[in-house]
Structure formats: structure tokens, C-alpha cells
């Protein structure tokens, strides 16, 4: 199929004719994408098959990645890249007057994320693979993934997304696999032959099915799998209204929740999790029984790895199978399970951390429930013999406790590993938000420091940065990122530097042309492009950003010989439907960018720009134009980020406070390589405990602060002035929380250190080679290395043939 360009273009035109059952000229693009994504996906089906039957045969320990999220992005262009052929398609497409652009365009992104946490499930997929590690993921195959975003007049309005809507050319329905899942019912207890046995009555069971897709590796024969389950009304149906049953089970894995930062206690969104898990750990130990004797084994030949605390039930459904179908005794059970699972923590904002009400859970899940209260008891028992008598330490670090669940500490207990994702985050987690569990058992906290697959956010997404770099210092950066530290040795050289700062312009083109075509504004392109993408939300910071930029205005109107370097300052961020205050920031930015870029002198210095539904594929043509990356968090909030990390790999200069991985890009690259403004997590951390922050003193002693503050309340914006008061109110009323008012003034700073930088743009351009230099540590190669070695202690393997 893809062993010569003629051989190509033959099967090419045979397939679409089978497929469409039409001539190529009659077939629009779409079906010529559908053509081309079925081809690859046949052409890879035999190395998928290989990689599967080696790990069976061969007995490879295996990984299972579970998350509730996987943003894959598109797949295409990335697949026909790792298998090498995608020059050959291109050529030969182009022989049949088609451009592989503009098919790769066609595919929609598989949206089945919200942001970092999903994303990086989705890096960690690609770093597997591309390593020869035998490791899966599992997830849901939501029918909508994250809504897509529209701005009408200023306000976003959300619109259901709509990937499968013509089907889904990388994936193969399982039906051989298809498990059972389980809800209500009450559990009935009994002997038999001495034993305490447990048993579900009234139940309803819904069918979980598998959909597989290909992770295919990076120029290797490895191809893993990630299997997505979709719900479906089972064939035992219920005693009850047939449509209401086929309804509410469809619902299971019909809608991606749109919110990573708050718990909103939805029962349907429990039933979620627990269809996850429960499908996964079902197919694992199935599979795992198909080749092995006895289960003592397991953590052996199998990790189980739960991103966050969404899949935490994969400990108690696990307990489950052991106990009540595989009839091993608690103690048996217990050490399987916790030797076989590892957790990571993704957040220490107490919004975020998972609780669930008991009078909920317990209903939908009462032989899960059960479970949970022995391990809790259990673990309490064992820890009053620990600290006998401390009644109080123990109540904090129970499970179950004030009519609730509480997941991560479910999590903690029930797994070998907690780990943080960057170093400042396990820090926080070991001396703060975790720390008596810390206390108690120091030795199963770890860092693992998050990273992103060099090869879509360098490789795929910046391909004349990737030619320049392979020109320089050849491509063996490739297989090892670290060698990118090669390009210092080119960092004082003029041509090298530019032909560096020309990537950077026409990667700034390309966002340019891309942005007049979306929002019909021109800009400038010698301007410095001053990027903030990402979720929206308030400890994020992008008001920051907007307080800034009005300050930045009045200045320029104030003061006619304060100049600064045109700037271009760019958002992209979806705000979770539910979130009012996010929301308002988002119609604040479209309020300014209108004054802003209206206003005849001010729009030679500075532009407002909001770029509609940021996603995956946006990313790839945002971050390789950034001049600057905006990682402006509140110190202490942000547990990693990995925006930071793909800015930085596209040459991007930092401009961040000491928040998640921004301070290891720092140790990185060294002060002088990037700026850093605002108060330490430290600082933030004091405050919340001993008070002391006023932020009306701001208000009342900067006059900056205090005009731009009267702007958002007065009839400053040509709307009612009550419609940016809950901004206000944050700030000043409820004393402004993440610390706004406290770092504005060194946010200011730092804008003026960064534009007088910018003035000597030979300096710039080595600051931002130093940059691409010191990212190989950001690559999630690395990070799968460590969680191989340290905590699933899987190894690589090799495939030998075609
Ligand atoms: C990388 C990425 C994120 C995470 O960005 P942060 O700046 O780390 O919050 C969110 N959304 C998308 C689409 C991404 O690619």
C-alpha cells in the first residue's frame, strides 16, 4: 500500500472507489480523508496485532494508563509522521490533485479533555509507545467531547461537539470484549462452606464496549492501544420503562464534563467513573487469566496506573473481583491490589479534590460501598496502633468521615505510589495537603515531573524550526531530546541566529494570517506576540493579564512619551459553562480589545486578540508563534502546567511567577533566560494561614490599580456598569484571592524588564535558543522513563521484523 508512490496512488483510488462506491472526482474532501485515514489504519493493523501477541506471548509486564480524560487532538498527521510514509502520501496525493493538508484539516480533533490533565494522558500514550513500553490507556468514548466555543458579541456561547458525527476512522469496535457493568441493587450477605459471601440483587447492568484505537509509535513497530468504552443497553434488560433505561445508559458516555477545577457532586458523572473502571479492571484481569494460573502473580504482570482520583475506584472494584468472584481472603486481595496500583495527584485546590456524598454513593454502588468502609476501617484500625489515641489525626486521614468519601485519601491508601507532577507540587503535597499521610508512610511519595511529546509540539507542529535544528545539529534530537542542548554551541552565531529569528517571523505569519482570517483583524507582525492560552480560571490569573493591558492603555493616553515595542496580546481559553466568573473574564477581554483596537494612537502599540475555541490542533499553530508565554498563576496553584513547557520548546520567553514547572524551566535556563515577577508559593501560603493581606491598601495606594479598578464599575465600557461588578467585587470586596492587586505591580516590572529586552533583538533571539536548548528535560519520554523505573517497573522491548 505505502511501499512506492505508484503502488500508493493505485491503492488509493481502489479504496476510495470500495468505500464511497464513486470516482474520485465525485468525492469531497472529507471522503478522501475517510480513504486515507482507513488505509493507514489497515496498513498499521498488522504491527498492532504483532505488538499485542508479543506482550502475550512473550509475557511483558504491562501498564494501564487509566483516565477519565484523553485530549488527543487530531491523529492523522501525527500517525502518518511516526510510520514514516507521509512524504510518500503527500507526493502521491498530490499526483491525484489532492493536498494531504488539507485532508489532515478535515479530521476533527478527538476532544476527550479539558486541558493539561487530559493532555498529558494523551502525551504519555505517544512516549509509551514510541519507547517500546508496553502501556495502554483506558478511557470513556464520550459521544461529545468538549463543547465547542463560540463568542457571540463579546460572551462565549457553548455548542455540543461533535467528533463521531462521521464516524471515526481510527477506531475497531470490539464486540468479542464487551463487559457488564453494574449499578444499585442491594447487597445480600450469606454463608457458604464457612465464608462470608456478598451478592447483588435488583441490579442493572448496562454494557460497556470497547472501542481500540492505535498509539503508534515514533519510527518503531510498536503499536499499543488505547480502548475507549462506550454505553450501551445491555441485553439483560431491566423491569422497567425499556426507553427510560436506554436513555439514562447512553447518558453514561454521552457528555465529557466540562470542568477539571470543580466537583459539582453529579450522580451521573460517579456512574462515569465507575463504568470506567469497572470495564477496565473487568478486561484486565480477563486477560490476565487468559495467560496466567494464579492471580498472586498480578502485580507482576500488570500496573494499574489512575490518572487523578476520577478512576480511584479501580481500588475497591479490584478488591471486588478478588473477593466476591475469585473468592481470595481479604489480606490476599488487599496486597494484590495495592502492589498493582499507583496514583497520581494532579491538584491541591480543596474545590477540586474529589468528595462524595455517602447517601449518594452508596445506592448507586453498595457492594463498592461496603468495600470502601472496610478499607477505612481497617486502615484506621491500623492506624490507631500507630498513634493511640489521636483520634484527631485519625479522623483527618480517614477515608470515610462527615457523610462523605473522600477519594484522594481512598487513593493514597489504596495504591504502592503518590506522586506530584512537578517538584514544587510534591513538595506541597508532602509537607502540606498530604502531609500526615506523608508522615506515615514517606517512602510512596515521589515527583514525577510532567512533560509533553516533543515530537507533536516540536516535530509536527513547528516543522521550520525542526529543519533548522536538524540542520545545525543533525536530527538526533529526535530520538533523545537532550541533545537539543546542542544549539548553544550555535548560539553566537549570525547566521544561525538568523535563520532562528526567521522561523520565529514566519511561524508568527502563519498565526497572523490565521487570526485575520477567524477575527478579521490585522496585526502587526514585527510585534511582540504576548500569548496567554489555556482553561479559564480564576487562580490562572488572565484578569492579570486584562489589568495590565487597561493599565498599559491609560499610560499610553496619558503620557505621550511613554512608548513601548508594539505588542500583541493574545488569549485563547474556554471557561466551563457553569462558571459565571470566567465567563465575565472573557467578555472583559472582548470589552477591551474593543477600545484597545479602536483607539487610533493606542493600536500602534498594543492589540487585543481572542482566538475562539482553543483546542489541540489550535495549540499547534499558537504556541510556535509566541513570543512570550504568559505562566502568571498564583503562586502555589498551579500544580505543573504543561502550556509552559510547549511555549518554551518553540523558542517563547517566560514570563511567570514560581508556580508547578515554571521553576524548574527556571533552574533550566537560568534568571537571565527568562523573567520571573510576583509573590513565592511560600508568601501565598503565609497569607492564607496568618492573614495580613488587605487589597483595598492596594486600591487606595497605587494610583494605577486604583484607575484601572474604577474603569471596570464606571461607564468606562459602553455597557450597564453593573456588567464587570463581580470582577470588582473579587477583588475588592472579597479580597481578592489569588493575590492580583499584591503582584500587580511587580506583573508591571517585569512587562517593562521584558519590552527593554526585546529592544535588542539579537539578545532575544539567544535567549530564545537557550530556551529551545534546555526544553529536552520537558519531554514526556523522560517522564515515562521515571514512572517505568520507579513505579511500574516495566521494561522496553523489541520487535523484530518488517
Ligand atoms: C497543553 C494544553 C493545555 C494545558 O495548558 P496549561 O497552560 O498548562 O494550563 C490546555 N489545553 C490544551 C488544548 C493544551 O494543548
Not at 140 to 146: A, F, N, Q
Amino acid at each position: 500500500m505505502f511501499s512506492s508512490v505508484d503502488e500508493f496512488v493505485r491503492s488509493y483510488k481502489e479504496k476510495l472507489e470500495h468505500m464511497h462506491g464513486k470516482q474520485l472526482a465525485e468525492c469531497n474532501s472529507r471522503e478522501q480523508y475517510e480513504t486515507l485515514g482507513t488505509m493507514v489504519r489497515e496498513y498499521c493493523s498488522r504491527d498492532w496485532l504483532a505488538t499485542m501477541e508479543k506482550y502475550r506471548y512473550e509475557k511483558q509486564k504491562q501498564v494501564y494508563y487509566l483516565s477519565i480524560e484523553f485530549l488527543l487532538g487530531k491523529l492523522l498527521k501525527s500517525n502518518l509522521i511516526h510510520l514514516g510514509i507521509r512524504e510518500l502520501c503527500e507526493e502521491g496525493l498530490k499526483r491525484l490533485g489532492i493536498s494531504l493538508t488539507g485532508l489532515e484539516e478535515v479530521e476533527c480533533d478527538a476532544g476527550l479533555g479539558n486541558g493539561g490533565l487530559g493532555r498529558l494522558a494523551a502525551c504519555f500514550l505517544d512516549s509509551l509507545a514510541s519507547q517500546d513500553l508496553p502501556g495502554h490507556g483506558c478511557g470513556i468514548r464520550y459521544k461529545h467531547g468538549l463543547f465547542d466555543q463560540r463568542i457571540v458579541d463579546g460572551y462565549q456561547v457553548e455548542l455540543p461537539e461533535q467528533w463521531l458525527k462521521y464516524g471515526n476512522v481510527w477506531e475497531v469496535r470490539r464486540d468479542d470484549q464487551i463487559v457488564q457493568v453494574t449499578f444499585g441493587g442491594e447487597v445480600e450477605t450469606y454463608y457458604s462452606k464457612d465464608r462470608l459471601e456478598f451478592r447483588l440483587n435488583g441490579a442493572e447492568t448496562i454494557s460497556a464496549v470497547p472501542y481500540d484505537l492505535p498509539i503508534i509509535g515514533y519510527r518503531t513497530n510498536t503499536i499499543n492501544s488505547l480502548r475507549l468504552w462506550s454505553a450501551e443497553p445491555s441485553s439483560h434488560s431491566p423491569n422497567r420503562s425499556l426507553m427510560k433505561y436506554k436513555i439514562e445508559t447512553e447518558a453514561v458516555s454521552e457528555f465529557l464534563y466540562p470542568d477539571d477545577t470543580h466537583i459539582d457532586g453529579k450522580i451521573l458523572r460517579l456512574k462515569q467513573q465507575y463504568f470506567l473502571v469497572s470495564a477496565s479492571i473487568q478486561r484486565i484481569l480477563a486477560s490476565y487469566k487468559e495467560q496466567n494460573s494464579s492471580l498472586l502473580e498480578l502485580p507482576d504482570q500488570v500496573a494499574i496506573h489512575i490518572n487523578d482520583t476520577h478512576p480511584v475506584l479501580a481500588i475497591p472494584e479490584m478488591m471486588r473481583i478478588l473477593i466476591d468472584e475469585e473468592k481470595l481472603d481479604w489480606d490476599t486481595a488487599w496486597d494484590i491490589t495495592t502492589k498493582t496500583i499507583s496514583y497520581t495527584n494532579h491538584t491541591t485546590l480543596s474545590e477540586a479534590l474529589e468528595k462524595w456524598q455517602i447517601d449518594l454513593f452508596k445506592p448507586l454502588l453498595p457492594r463498592i460501598y461496603l468495600i470502601v468502609e472496610e478499607i477505612n476501617e481497617r486502615y484506621c484500625a491500623k492506624l490507631w496502633e500507630k498513634y493511640p489515641g489521636d483520634w484527631q489525626r485519625i479522623e483527618q486521614m480517614a477515608i470515610i468521615a462527615h457523610g462523605v468519601v473522600k477519594m484522594a485519601h481512598l487513593a493514597i491508601v489504596g495504591s504502592h505510589s503518590v506522586n506530584g507532577v512537578a517538584e514544587m507540587h510534591t513538595d506541597i503535597l508532602k509537607k502540606r495537603e498530604m502531609r500526615l499521610f506523608y508522615e506515615y508512610e514517606p517512602n510512596k511519595f515521589n515527583n514525577k515531573t510532567n512533560g509533553i511529546t516533543h515530537r507533536r509540539w516540536l516535530l509536527q507542529c513547528n516543522p521550520e524550526l525542526t529543519s533548522l535544528i536538524n540542520y545545525s545539529i543533525g536530527d538526533a534530537w529526535i530520538k533523545d531530546p537532550t541533545k537539543l542542548v546542542e544549539l548553544l554551541n550555535w548560539k553566537e552565531d549570525r547566521v544561525f541566529l538568523n535563520d532562528f529569528a526567521d522561523v520565529k517571523r514566519k511561524r508568527k505569519t502563519i498565526l497572523a494570517n490565521y487570526i485575520h482570517y477567524k477575527n478579521g483583524i490585522s496585526i502587526d507582525h514585527s510585534s511582540i506576540f504576548d500569548i496567554q492560552v489555556k482553561r479559564m480560571h480564576a487562580y490562572k490569573r488572565q484578569l492579570l493579564n486584562v489589568l495590565h493591558i487597561m493599565y498599559l492603555y491609560n499610560r499610553l493616553k496619558e503620557d505621550s512619551r511613554f512608548e513601548i515595542h508594539p505588542r500583541t496580546f493574545i488569549f485563547g481559553a474556554k471557561a466551563s459553562p457553569g462558571y459565571y466568573y470566567a465567563k465575565k473574564i472573557i467578555k472583559l477581554i472582548h470589552s477591551v480589545a474593543e477600545i484597545v483596537n479602536n483607539d487610533p494612537y493606542v493600536k500602534n502599540f498594543i492589540k487585543v486578540i481572542f482566538i475562539e475555541n482553543f483546542r489541540v490542533s489550535l495549540g499547534e499553530i499558537i504556541y510556535p508563534a509566541a513570543d512570550v508565554s504568559e505562566q502568571i498563576s498564583t503562586a502555589s496553584k498551579e500544580a505543573s502546567g504543561t502550556g509552559n513547557m510547549k511555549f518554551m520548546m518553540n523558542g517563547a520567553i517566560t514570563l511567570g511567577t514560581l508556580d508547578g514547572a515554571n521553576i524548574e524551566i527556571l533552574n533550566e535556563v537560568g534568571e537571565e533566560n527568562l523573567f520571573i515577577f510576583g509573590l513565592t508559593a511560600e508568601e501565598v501560603l503565609s497569607y492564607y494561614q496568618n492573614g495580613g493581606y488587605k487589597s483595598s491598601d492596594y486600591y487606595h495606594h497605587d494610583t494605577r490599580i486604583k484607575k484601572v479598578l474604577d474603569q471596570l464599575i464606571g461607564d468606562y465600557f459602553p455597557l450597564p456598569s453593573v456588567e464587570f461588578e463581580p470582577i470588582y467585587d473579587s477583588l475588592m470586596s472579597y479580597n481578592d484571592e489569588y493575590f492580583l492587586l499584591r503582584d500587580f505591580s511587580s506583573y508591571v516590572d517585569a512587562h517593562e524588564r521584558l519590552n527593554n529586552a526585546y529592544l535588542d533583538k539579537t539578545k532575544w533571539s539567544k535567549m530564545s535558543v537557550h530556551n529551545v536548548a534546555k526544553s529536552g528535560y520537558f519531554t514526556s519520554d523522560r517522564t515515562i522513563r521515571q514512572y517505568a523505573e520507579d513505579i511500574w517497573n516495566i521494561e522496553q522491548h523489541t520487535l523484530h521484523h518488517s
